[in-house]
């Protein structure tokens, strides 16, 4: 089989899925989160190794898998997300780089390291916090609000691809991302910003009863397309750091989990705190 035919079967089976539990909700796809979380832990911590460092791996991966089951013991009342519990668990995982590091195998590197291969996939758990936003009750509803920064990030990242092989010229910057030109960034915030304006006149509003003026529309395309591609960005330093050209190969067609999401664990976020001060409830 193929290259491009492994990617878009993949595409086929995995696009409807991933669909099926944002709209579920809940357990379901807090599980799902958390795989994704755990596997993209697992890939930064892996690309880490290649310079010489030791992550504390197993740690990391469980810390990025718990973070979306966190959300969704949060959003059910279990319990609260604490900033102090969270400096603690930190102090507490320096302190074990003594014995499970000590001097000789940069324990600080190895720390870092780990703290940031949880929480960089770990910003997936904000799909959750969409979904079951105060605003949106029902199913449906939440699933077009989840639905509305996922399907900008895949319009910057295919205006910025078409745009730039068709009439792309000036490296955008080229020690990072060779490929990525200034015509092609361009073209895929212009395409964002008109989905963005369409989709919240013609899909959001309807379908979850929650709108956007045109000019917030356009506000937040703007910065979603900002956002998504600084998050590709920092995916291709990340590999080109570990000189290598996917995060793994997990994925048939697609490399890995931060080959796939990486814009996503930089737009997820942004989005929630923008859509937490832009959205209203429509007439």
């Given at each position: 089989m193929s290259e491009l035919a492994r990617r878009t079967l993949f595409a086929v089976i995995a696009a409807p899925l991933g669909i099926l539990f944002v709209f579920l909700g809940g357990a379901p796809l807090a599980t799902m989160l958390g795989v994704i979380a755990a596997l993209g832990a697992w890939e930064i911590q892996r690309m880490a190794t290649a310079n010489g460092v030791e992550p504390l791996m197993p740690v990391g991966i469980v810390v990025a898998a718990l973070i979306p089951v966190a959300v969704h013991g949060y959003y059910l009342g279990v319990f609260h997300l604490s900033l102090t519990a969270g400096v603690v668990l930190f102090l507490i995982l320096l302190a074990s780089a003594i014995w499970l590091r000590g001097p000789a195998r940069r324990p600080i590197n190895s720390v870092a390291l780990t703290v940031v291969g949880a929480l960089y996939p770990g910003?997936?758990?904000?799909?959750?916090?969409?979904?079951?936003?105060?605003?949106?009750?029902?199913?449906?509803?939440?699933?077009?609000?989840?639905?509305?920064?996922?399907?900008?990030?895949?319009?910057?990242?295919t205006g910025a691809y078409f745009v730039g092989k068709t009439i792309g010229k000036r490296k955008l910057i080229p020690s990072v991302s060779p490929g990525k030109s200034v015509e092609g960034?361009?073209?895929?915030?212009?395409?964002?910003?008109?989905?963005?304006?369409?989709y919240a006149r013609f899909l959001l509003q309807p379908y979850s009863g929650l709108g956007l003026s045109v000019s917030k529309a356009v506000l937040f395309g703007v910065i979603i397309s900002v956002t998504a591609q600084v998050g590709d960005l920092v995916a291709s330093l990340?590999?080109?750091?570990?000189?290598?050209?996917?995060?793994?190969?997990?994925?048939?067609?697609?490399?890995?989990?931060?080959?796939?999401f990486d814009s996503l664990f930089f737009v997820m976020p942004v989005a929630f705190l923008l859509l937490n001060r832009l959205l209203v409830v429509a007439p």
């Open positions: 910003t997936i758990a904000y799909i959750y916090a969409l979904r079951h936003h105060p605003y949106t009750i029902e199913r449906v509803a939440g699933t077009a609000l989840v639905a509305m920064p996922i399907l900008l990030t895949w319009a910057t990242d960034a361009i073209g895929g915030l212009v395409l964002t910003v008109i989905i963005s304006v369409v990340m590999k080109r750091d570990a000189g290598v050209k996917d995060s793994s190969k997990i994925l048939p067609g697609h490399g890995g989990i931060v080959d796939r």
